[in-house]
C-alpha cells in the first residue's frame, strides 16, 4: 500500500501522507519497513519511465539527500531552478500535509536534478525566498520545486502570511483540547496600518507553548538557539519573588524545569527525525542534451496546469532575448487576423520557426531552436504563415474547422516565405506546394509521427526546390510509399465534422467549385461559411428508417440552416422537384448540385419511398444509396487525382 502511495506521491508532487493518513499510527517498526518498500518501488517507477522515454537510467540508482543538506545546497545557491519554472503553487494545506509527512518520518517522493557541467544549459534563478549567492552552480531541480521550496520556507519561516508550527497535545495548556496526536498546524499572519503583527502571540514563545505550539523552524537542524527559545517560553513557569516559602518555590522550579525538559525531548525527538530524513533523487549527467532535460521536465510535470513547451520557450525566450512572444504574436495576428480562422498561432509560429532553423516541427525543436535567432526569423516566419494562408484560401478551404489538418501549414509557411511572389518560379513552387497540401489531406502520410515525418517532407521539398533532387524523393509525393485512397475508402470515410483528415478531404472537394445553396444559390464564401450547415443529402431520418448508414463524408453538404430545415426526412426526388418548381429551370437546381459534386441523375433516379415493410425499404434505399455514393464517389476520386497532381482542375474537368 505504501509503495502505491509514493508512486502516486512521484507523479503529483503530493505527499503520501494525502493518500495514506491512517498510517501515522503505525508503530515505527512497520513504518520504517513501508518506507524502504515505497523508496524502492519509486525507485522503480522513476527508472522504468527514464528507461522507457529515453533509454536511459537502466543501470542508475536513486541517490541519498538529507533534508538538511538540500537546505544547504539552495542557501548556499549551488540548487538553482531553471527560470523556466512557474513560481510557488502550493497553498498551506498542501505544505502541512507535507510537513506531517516528514515529521511522521513517511515517504516523500523523489526529486530529479541536472547536473550542471561547466556551463548551465539553462537561465536559472534561486528557489522563493532564497538569497541570491555568487556560488557555482552545481545542479538545477527539474522535478520537486514545490517540496522543497514549501519546506524551505516553513523551516526559515519566511513566509510573511503564514507559520507553521508542530501540535503537541501534552504540551497545550488549554483543559478543552482534546487531540491526541501530533500534527502540524498553521497560522495565518497579517499586518495592520501601523505596522503591528497580528496574531501577536505567534511573536511569544511563552503563549506559543502554553498552546503546544513549537514553530516548525525550531525543528531545523541547523537553528541552534534552542534552549534560549525554551527558557524565554517557560520563564513565566518559574517561582517568581512572591513565593517566600522554600518548599513551594522548590515544587514550582521543578514544574517549570518538567515541562521544560518535556517540551525539548519531544521538539529534539522531530529534530532527529528531520535531521536524518531522507529525500532521494536521480541525477541526469551533465551531458544530457538541452531537449532531453526539458522532456523530462514536461513529462514527469503533472500539476494542475503543467507547463508545455510553449510556455518553457516563452520564458527562455524572454530571458534571453527581453522579447515577449505573446505580444509579438498579438502584433502579427492584429494584422493578418484571418490566420487564427486556420490555426492554433502558438503552435503554428513554434513549428514554423522550428523548419527554418532545419528542427522537428515538435517539442524536441522546440528546445533546440536558437532564441536569437528566433527573432531574427520572426518577418520571415510571419510572411510564411501569410503566404501559406493564401495558398490555402486558394484551395477554397476558408477556415480552420474545415481544413483537413494542420500539420502541413508550417511545413509550406517555411518553404515558401522567401521564394518570390511572382513570375513562372512562383508558379512551379506553387503547383508543388498545391501538390504536397492536397496529398497531406488525402493520404495517411499524418496519421502518426506527424512532427516527424513533416520534417521529412520539409527537407525533401526543400531539395526538390533547390534542385538537388526530384520530387519522387519525397515520401508523401511517392504513391509506391502513401498511395491515394481508393473508391471503396472514399465510401467508407466518415461524417466529416469530426477531425478525420479523409473525410475533411472530401468536404474540401466538396466545396472547391463554390458549393452553391441548394435553394439560394448563394455561394459559399469568407462570410457565410460559419452559417452552413453540415447536410446529410439522402436525408438521415430516411436512412435511419432504412437501417443504413447515413454519417458518411459522401452524403455531407454544406448548405444554409434554413434549407437544411425545409428539407427535412423529404425524399431526395421530392425536395428537388420542389427546388425546380421555385428555381428557374432544372438545368438550375442541377448547376447548382454539380458544385457540391453531388451526381444529380443519381438524386432524381431515387425514390420515392412509399413502402409497407422495412425490408422493402431497406431494398430500395440501399440500392439507390449505393448508386448515388458510387457517382459521388466517381467524381471526387477524379478531383483527388486531378488536385495531387498540383493541378487546378475546373468543373467541366470533374464532371
Known amino acids: 500500500m505504501r509503495s502505491a502511495a509514493s508512486v502516486l506521491s512521484l507523479r503529483t508532487g503530493a505527499p503520501a501522507h494525502n493518500y495514506l493518513s491512517t498510517t501515522r499510527r503505525c508503530k515505527p517498526k512497520i513504518i520504517g519497513l513501508h518506507r524502504r518498500f515505497a523508496y524502492a518501488g519509486t525507485q522503480i517507477v522513476f527508472r522504468w519511465c527514464l528507461n522507457r522515454w ?6 542508475s540508482e536513486a ?5 538538511q543538506d538540500w537546505l544547504a545546497r539552495v542557501d548556499s545557491g549551488q540548487l538553482r531552478l531553471p527560470r523556466f519554472q512557474r513560481g510557488v503553487a502550493w497553498d498551506s494545506n498542501r505544505v502541512v500535509s507535507l510537513l506531517d509527512t516528514i515529521i ?3 515517504p516523500l517522493g523523489i526529486a530529479l536534478v ?3 557541467g561547466d556551463k548551465e544549459q539553462f537561465i536559472s534563478r534561486s528557489l522563493e525566498s532564497a538569497p541570491e549567492t555568487s556560488e557555482q552552480v552545481t545542479e538545477h531541480l527539474l522535478d520537486g520545486q514545490q517540496r522543497l521550496t514549501a519546506l524551505y520556507r516553513a523551516l526559515r519561516d519566511n513566509d510573511p502570511q503564514i507559520t507553521y508550527f508542530v501540535h503537541f497535545p501534552v504540551l497545550d495548556q ?8 501530533v500534527a502540524v498546524r498553521k497560522v495565518a499572519r497579517w499586518t495592520n496600518a501601523s505596522g503591528t503583527k497580528f496574531p501577536m502571540w505567534v511573536d511569544s514563545p511563552s503563549e506559543c507553548l502554553s498552546r503546544g505550539m513549537v514553530p516548525v523552524r525550531l525543528l531545523d537542524p541547523t537553528f541552534d538557539r534552542l534552549d534560549d527559545w525554551l527558557s524565554e517560553a517557560t520563564k513565566v513557569l518559574e517561582p517568581g519573588a512572591d513565593i517566600v516559602e522554600l518548599a513551594e518555590f522548590k515544587a514550582a522550579f521543578m514544574r517549570a524545569s518538567e515541562y521544560r525538559s518535556r517540551a525539548k525531548t519531544l521538539i529534539s525527538e522531530k529534530r532527529e527525525t528531520l535531521k536524518h530524513f531522507n529525500l532521494p533523487y536521480l541525477s541526469l549527467p551533465a551531458q544530457t542534451s538541452k531537449s ?3 522532456d523530462v521536465f514536461v513529462k514527469m510535470n503533472t500539476n494542475a496546469k503543467p507547463l508545455k513547451a510553449h510556455d518553457i520557450f516563452v520564458a527562455e525566450l524572454e530571458s534571453i532575448t527581453g522579447r515577449r512572444l505573446k505580444e509579438m504574436e498579438d502584433e502579427l495576428e492584429r494584422r493578418h487576423p484571418y490566420l487564427k480562422k486556420y490555426f492554433n498561432m502558438e503552435s503554428a509560429v513554434l513549428q514554423t520557426s522550428a523548419l527554418l532553423q532545419n528542427k522537428i516541427p515538435g517539442q524536441r525543436g522546440f528546445f533546440e531552436m536558437n532564441h536569437e535567432v528566433f527573432v531574427e526569423n520572426w518577418d520571415v516566419m510571419s510572411r510564411g504563415l501569410v503566404r501559406s494562408i493564401q495558398l490555402v ?5 476558408l477556415d480552420g474547422e474545415r481544413l483537413p489538418t494542420a500539420i502541413p501549414i508550417p511545413v509550406v509557411a517555411a518553404l515558401i516565405a522567401n521564394e518570390p511572389e511572382n513570375g513562372d518560379e512562383r508558379a512551379a513552387v506553387d503547383k508543388l506546394m498545391r501538390q504536397y497540401l492536397w496529398r497531406s489531406f488525402f493520404t495517411s502520410r499524418y496519421d502518426s509521427a506527424a512532427a516527424t515525418r513533416a520534417f521529412v517532407d520539409y527537407r525533401a521539398l526543400k531539395d526538390v526546390m533547390d534542385e538537388v533532387s526530384s520530387s519522387s524523393a519525397v515520401p508523401i509525393l511517392d504513391d509506391e510509399w502513401y498511395s491515394l485512397p481508393s473508391r471503396k475508402d472514399l465510401k467508407s470515410a466518415g461524417w466529416p465534422k469530426a477531425k478525420r483528415s479523409l473525410s475533411r478531404a472530401i468536404l474540401a472537394a466538396s466545396t472547391y467549385f463554390g458549393a452553391r445553396d441548394f435553394a439560394d444559390d448563394t455561394k459559399l464564401n469568407d462570410e457565410n461559411i460559419s452559417s452552413r450547415e453540415y447536410h446529410h443529402i439522402f436525408p438521415d431520418k430516411l436512412l435511419k428508417d432504412a437501417r443504413i448508414e447515413s454519417m458518411l463524408a459522401l452524403n455531407c453538404a454544406l448548405i444554409t440552416w434554413k434549407t437544411n430545415r425545409t428539407i427535412g426526412r423529404s425524399d431526395p426526388i421530392k425536395y428537388l422537384e420542389e427546388r425546380a418548381q421555385r428555381a428557374p429551370n432544372e438545368q ?10 453531388v451526381p444529380y441523375q443519381a438524386l432524381k433516379d431515387a425514390g420515392p419511398y412509399e413502402f409497407g415493410s422495412s425490408e422493402e425499404l431497406f431494398a430500395a434505399v440501399r440500392h439507390d444509396f449505393d448508386r448515388f455514393l458510387e457517382c459521388r464517389a466517381v467524381a471526387i476520386e477524379n478531383f483527388m487525382r486531378a488536385v495531387c497532381s498540383g493541378d487546378e482542375p475546373s468543373l467541366s474537368d470533374i464532371i
Do not use: C, F, W
Open 114 to 116: 541536472l547536473n550542471v
Open 63 to 67: 541517490q541519498n539527500r538529507k533534508v
Open 54 to 59: 529515453y533509454g536511459m537510467g537502466t543501470g
Open 174 to 181: 488549554n483543559p478543552g483540547n482534546d487531540d491526541h496526536d
Open 104 to 106: 511522521d518520518d513517511l
Open 393 to 397: 484560401k486558394s484551395l477554397r478551404i
Open 588 to 597: 438550375d437546381i442541377e448547376r447548382r448540385l454539380r458544385t457540391h459534386l
Open 292 to 294: 532531453t532535460a526539458l
